[in-house]
């Protein structure tokens, strides 16, 4: 059974910083591309970041992010993480999970069902 499942949201002051994990279970993990979404209220789902399953996985971030913002991930735990610092208020969004894998043709694709970031002094 395939499970995605995001950890870490909360409520954190602009400027603070927060650490999300997403776990996942019933795949190869390491052989799936990995990637952070968004979605603020009546806006939108945007892409946050993502790894590759290449070697100790290339990055990609969205510019709204770059310098703030860093993914990785930990093959031996099944888990990649966001880390995500000097938050501001429109950083405030459910933040998803996601994994994208490619096996004998066939495309995998499995979400997570999102954690809550609120950034609010």
């Known amino acids: 059974q395939v499970q995605v499942v995001e950890s870490g949201g909360g409520l954190v002051q602009p400027g603070g910083s927060l650490r999300l994990s997403c776990a996942a279970s019933?795949?190869?993990?390491?052989?799936?591309?990995m990637t952070w979404y968004r979605q603020a209220p009546g806006k939108e789902r945007e892409l946050v970041a993502d790894?590759?399953?290449?070697?100790?996985?290339?990055?990609n971030y969205a510019d709204f992010v770059k310098g703030r913002f860093t993914i990785s991930r930990d093959n031996a735990k099944n888990t990649v993480y966001l880390q995500m610092n000097d938050l501001k208020l429109e950083d405030t969004a459910v933040y998803y999970c996601?994994?994208?894998?490619?096996?004998?043709?066939?495309?995998?694709?499995?979400w997570g069902q999102g954690t809550q970031v609120t950034v609010s002094s």
């Open positions: 996601r994994a994208r894998g490619y096996l004998r043709s066939t495309n995998y694709d499995y």
């Open positions: 019933g795949f190869t993990f390491s052989t799936y591309t």
């Open positions: 790894i590759t399953n290449r070697g100790s996985g290339s990055t």
